[in-house]
């Protein structure tokens, strides 16, 4: 490799200037503008995050116990702000012209849910192609009479990672109640590879750090996460630890503006001055997929390290004491890094022996080191494997289980990891079965159920005949979408519970409902009065939150009322199913929690608004290892990549990235600030020699084609713009959810079944 691979990060030529700063205030001002929200809005942002007020709807990054006076960041406040909009989609909406189901579906994303809050409950008129509102009691006699008639396997419940705990614990009691575990959840499609892999290696289906690790860690080593866009909170921990002369080693192939530098909004002299902290030290541009390959090259030099200080009679390097003691597979693993080329490394990894030297020299050098990842790991062929090669190079120093150290995967959906805590899972082993039959003396089914990858499946080959979703929008979130669509339409039943108009309301079965809910910042006034909610964020803390805002429509139910309406109407009567007392105090359901799970939940009513929350607890943490051999285990690798797919002539590896206007599938906007994209969307960013060598000009119009081996289908989006951009050779990058079109269902992690959105294999032509 003749050039050095690590990046001078401030050297680019998309580089717009800093996250946070100016910037991410117009960003905030922008949106409040276009949303039309009542200047009441921004009092709920004042509120977000802090105890007794509103925990924030967009990502689970973790609320301190000191909290500043603004304790929200850019992409909070406009996730806030997109759900407190005056926008209003009413049944006038689905009355006017031009706004029959099928004409709807022109729309962008971003249009149909600017459409605005939804108002009523809706059902689908298949005579006229539209919507029409509907009484909730006819709604939930109805649902609940076709759910009674239809297989009990056939039925899926999908949660999207946001309702809380309350609403999500009744709902896997539905599920069970009804008869089956068909309880995937958005996480299959993120970090079900940590729930899987992570378990595997440290016996945690969670990650390990808590706030006081970030505290007094000296060290990041930082792997296809996006904080400038996605968890824009945990620049102030990472701006804290370079103000106190900590490390930050980055490896992604895109240069990510808040992993480069950050001016802190919540500070007026910074402000003022644009006084930039300089985040990564150094930027390693890995090539998608090419992780394993890196953190093989790391362990290397720790190994050789530790090998010359020992043969020196110096220090060791490697915590010898710690590995006897708490691990195993460290011989072979040892071995295979002594063996392991430079060259093969170079060539997987995309980086250079030097830059791999200079990354590893710093992690040798470190006393407290926290390995941080997210999408990037997650969503490959082989995404258990990357998390395994971190957990390797945590181990080689005992940085898991110390305090200022540990494995910290950064979660995404608010409640995401907290739904799962409480049962929605569709592995039987993962629930407390019987407890269930204990306290509702009934028998849960034992049977798995199914995975959002086997749910869609079960579409394509007609299957799945129902679908309740809690949340989300599967249709526009998962793989192979044109097929997707298909299958969607083709059901019995589709029963959605939404806050806005989205892409999977435009595909109805023969009878579908949209079921609109209150959002999180809006007061919950039940028979016992005002209801707080809970979740669960990415350090297992459980926060309770209190809505203040006026619901957007008279006729909005809350989530945990939506589904105790649609399980009365649907399942026979038994005394100990109270689902009306449960919805007229959501005290009565935490407590139901507690005594499913008392040793996670204990005195749940008495400690939820503790400030920063309550902490869950994680064994591992505590070097305790939840796995087979009792252990912590570290991983041979049997490849050098995370790929399911070799390297051939003119096929690449697409990653799929969100812009910092949008989350998930909700469209805010075409401004990607960071990336310097205005505008549109339909973007394909690939390295300037790839393009010259396919052929191609900057600004071309081109279209990318599944290459995929694993079937014949055919897969393709056209009309994208080719963006010349600073990426690593043979990776291009597009748009999530636009690109979802060419990835294959069957395209997933080997262990989770997490579909591998990172690394999608494409050939590119002229349009
Ligand atoms: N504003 C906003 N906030 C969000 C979301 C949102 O859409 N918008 N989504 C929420 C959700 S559900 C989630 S899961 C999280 C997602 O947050 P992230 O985990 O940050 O997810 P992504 O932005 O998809 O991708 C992460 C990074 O992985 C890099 N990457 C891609 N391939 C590789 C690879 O092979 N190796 C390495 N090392 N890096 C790679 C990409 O360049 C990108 O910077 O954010 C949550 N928060
Ligand atoms: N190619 C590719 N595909 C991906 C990814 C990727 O990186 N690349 N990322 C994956 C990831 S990490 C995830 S988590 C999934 C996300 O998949 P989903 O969770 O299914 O999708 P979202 O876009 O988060 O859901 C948006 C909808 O949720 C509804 N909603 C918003 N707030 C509320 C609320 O308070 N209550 C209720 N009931 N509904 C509400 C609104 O109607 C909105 O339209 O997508 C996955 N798909
Ligand atoms: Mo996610």
């Not at 007026?268 to 997929?289: F, N, W």
């Not at 060791?316 to 080329?341: L, M, S, Y």
């Not at 909700?666 to 960013?685: A, K």
Request: negative net charge; contains cysteine.
């Amino acid at each position: 490799m003749a050039e050095d691979s690590k990046t001078n990060a401030k050297d680019l030529p998309h580089s717009p200037g800093p996250a946070g700063g100016w910037g991410s205030m117009k960003g905030i001002a922008r949106i409040y503008a276009e949303t039309s929200a009542s200047p009441g809005a921004l009092e709920s942002l004042r509120r977000l995050n802090k105890p007794k007020g509103v925990m924030c709807v967009s990502c689970a990054w973790p609320k301190p116990a000191n909290y500043s006076a603004f304790e929200f960041c850019e992409n909070g406040a406009k996730a806030t702000l997109w759900e407190l909009t005056g926008d209003r989609c009413t049944p006038a909406f689905f009355a006017e012209d031009g706004h029959t189901v099928t004409q709807l579906r022109e729309w962008s994303d971003h249009e149909l849910e600017k459409s605005g809050r939804l108002t009523h409950p809706m059902k689908y008129n298949a005579a006229t192609d539209r919507y029409v509102a509907i009484e909730w009691d006819d709604a939930f006699a109805e649902i609940g009479a076709t759910l009674r008639e239809l297989p009990r396997d056939d039925v899926v419940f999908y949660a999207s990672g946001h309702a809380g705990l309350e609403a999500s614990y009744l709902y896997a009691l539905l599920a069970r109640a009804y008869g089956n575990n068909n309880l995937p959840q958005s996480s299959n499609m993120c970090h079900e590879t940590t729930s899987v892999g992570l378990t595997k290696v440290i016996g945690s289906p969670v990650g390990t750090v808590t706030f006081d690790d970030l505290a007094e860690t000296e060290c990041y080593f930082y792997f296809g996460q996006n904080p400038g866009t996605n968890s824009p909170r945990f620049l102030h921990n990472l701006k804290d630890l370079k103000e106190r002369g900590g490390k930050i080693v980055t490896f992604n192939p895109v240069i990510e503006q808040g992993l480069v530098s950050f001016v802190d909004p919540q500070n007026p002299l910074a402000m003022m001055t644009g006084k930039e902290t300089i985040i990564s030290d150094q930027y390693h541009q890995v090539k998608s997929g090419g992780d394993v390959a890196a953190l093989l090259g790391l362990c290397k030099v720790v190994v050789e390290a530790d090998d010359k200080a020992q043969k020196a009679g110096a220090r060791e390097v490697i915590d010898h004491e710690f590995i006897a003691q708490h691990t195993t597979g460290f011989d072979d693993f040892i071995a295979c890094c002594r063996d392991a080329r430079w060259a093969d490394i170079e060539q997987a990894s995309g980086l250079t022996e030097a830059a791999l030297r200079d990354a590893a020299q710093v992690y040798i050098e470190a006393e407290k080191v926290i390995g941080v990842y997210g999408m990037g790991f997650t969503q490959h062929t082989h995404g258990a494997l990357n998390i395994a090669m971190l957990v390797n190079l945590l181990l080689l120093k005992g940085n898991i289980g110390r305090p200022g150290t540990g494995c910290c995967p950064v979660r995404g959906h608010s409640n995401v990891q907290g739904q799962r805590t409480v049962g929605i899972a569709e592995k039987a082993h993962l629930v407390p079965l019987d407890k269930l039959k204990e306290l509702f003396d009934f028998d849960p089914p034992t049977k798995d159920g199914m995975h959002v990858v086997d749910a869609v499946q079960g579409l394509i080959d007609r299957k799945v005949r129902g679908f309740i979703s809690l949340g989300g929008n599967l249709v526009r979130a998962v793989p192979d979408q044109k097929r997707m669509e298909e299958g969607w339409a083709s059901q019995d039943l589709v029963v959605m519970v939404s806050t806005k108009l989205n892409r999977s309301h435009l595909y109805p079965g023969k009878q579908a409902y949209i079921l609109p809910c209150l959002g999180r910042s809006e007061v919950d006034e039940q028979a016992s009065g005002n209801q707080a909610v809970t979740s669960e964020d990415s350090f297992s803390m459980i926060n309770g939150s209190v809505g203040h805002r006026p619901p957007a429509s008279e006729h909005l139910k809350s989530e945990l009322a939506i589904v105790t309406g649609i399980a009365k109407a649907t399942l026979d009567p038994n005394p100990k199913l109270k689902w009306d007392a449960w919805t007229g105090d959501y005290a009565l359901v935490r407590d139901l929690i507690e005594a499913t799970y008392p040793d996670d939940f204990h005195d749940f009513n008495k400690r939820m608004f503790e400030a920063g929350g309550f902490w869950r607890g994680n064994p591992a943490a505590q070097r305790v290892w939840k796995t087979d051999s009792g252990k912590a285990v570290i991983t041979t690798p049997p490849q050098l990549t995370s790929l399911g797919f070799e390297d051939r002539p003119g096929r690449y590896r697409l990653l799929t990235m969100r812009s910092n206007d949008q989350f998930n599938t909700t469209i805010y906007g075409y401004s990607d600030r960071f990336r310097g994209i205005e505008g549109t969307r339909d973007v394909v960013l690939m390295n300037p020699d790839d393009i010259a060598e396919a052929g191609l000009k900057d600004g071309d119009t081109v279209r990318l084609v599944s290459d995929y081996d694993g079937d014949t289908v055919e897969r393709h989006l056209g009309g994208l713009k080719l963006v010349a951009y600073k990426l690593p050779r043979g990776t291009i990058a597009g748009y999530y959810p636009e690109c979802n079109v060419l990835v294959p269902i069957t395209h997933h992690d080997e262990l989770s079944k997490t579909p591998a959105s990172k690394s999608v294999p494409v050939r590119i032509e002229a349009a």
